[in-house]
């Protein structure tokens, strides 16, 4: 059975853009939560969804948005674009997101803002 | 709010030397603990969780933890290293606030010399 998977690998974007990154969950999972790793950290929580509603959000700023799709796909949003977005952006699925499940994690996406 | 915080940011070791990660926890409800492994330019792999089983948790590669309440600690063990297991290393606990999410230590970057 497939992973999760990302898209893209990897993108470049200026300050001030906006960008869409792209996560499928794991055949069968109807969590989606995403993470962002800076260089040298560990990831952060950004938000979690379920069933297609918002279920969790970290702290971070309005400019980062998400949604969940019918098919538990899930997008996640960044507008105007600071150099301080760049990072590795995770995505994880799970079964149901209890607390016993175990998260699975996608490959990632690197952004880079100049 | 639970927490993890990993102890050295680097370790190195000798290729079948003992290898020993640290990580404790703050919780104040019993925690669901994981340790993930991370390779370059890779997303995250699970390598052992505890959920209130038993203490002593077997992983993936040879990996184990043991869950110690009174210390608050989950340090991750591998008897024998082997080249391939440098990477980098990631506690975590399951936090119960604000949706299904999980919160990561600062990673411990593992070095194996020949």
């Known amino acids: 059975d497939a992973g999760v998977t990302q898209s893209p690998t990897h993108l470049i974007k200026t300050r001030g853009q906006h960008v869409t990154l792209r996560c499928s969950p794991i055949s069968g999972h109807k969590s989606v939560s995403w993470y962002q790793q800076v260089l040298g950290q560990g990831p952060q929580f950004i938000f979690q969804?379920?069933?297609?509603?918002?279920?969790g959000r970290g702290n971070f700023p309005d400019r980062f948005s998400a949604r969940q799709f019918p098919n538990y796909s899930s997008e996640l949003n960044v507008n105007a674009l600071l150099l301080g977005d760049s990072a590795l952006y995770l995505c994880?699925?799970?079964?149901?997101?209890?607390?016993?499940?175990?998260?699975?994690f996608g490959p990632g996406t690197r952004l880079t803002v100049l | 709010a639970q927490s993890v915080t990993q102890l050295g940011s680097h370790v190195s070791v000798s290729e079948g030397a003992l290898v020993l990660l640290r990580c404790n926890y703050s919780?104040?409800?019993?925690?669901?603990l994981f340790w993930y492994v991370q390779y370059p330019n890779q997303g995250l792999q699970l390598l052992l969780k505890?959920?209130?089983?038993?203490?002593l948790v077997k992983g993936i590669n040879g990996f184990e933890a043991e869950f110690k309440k009174s210390e608050t600690s989950f340090h991750l063990t591998k008897p024998s290293a082997h080249m391939s297991d440098a990477a980098e290393y990631f506690c975590?606990?399951?936090?119960?606030?604000?949706?299904?999410?999980?919160?990561f230590g600062a990673g411990t970057r593992l070095f194996v010399k020949a």
């Open positions: 919780s104040s409800v019993p925690p669901y």
């Open positions: 994880a699925s799970s079964i149901q997101g209890r607390n016993t499940d175990t998260q699975y």
């Open positions: 969804y379920y069933e297609k509603e918002e279920r």
């Open positions: 505890y959920t209130s089983a038993a203490t």
């Open positions: 975590a606990v399951r936090d119960y606030t604000g949706g299904f999410k999980t919160i």
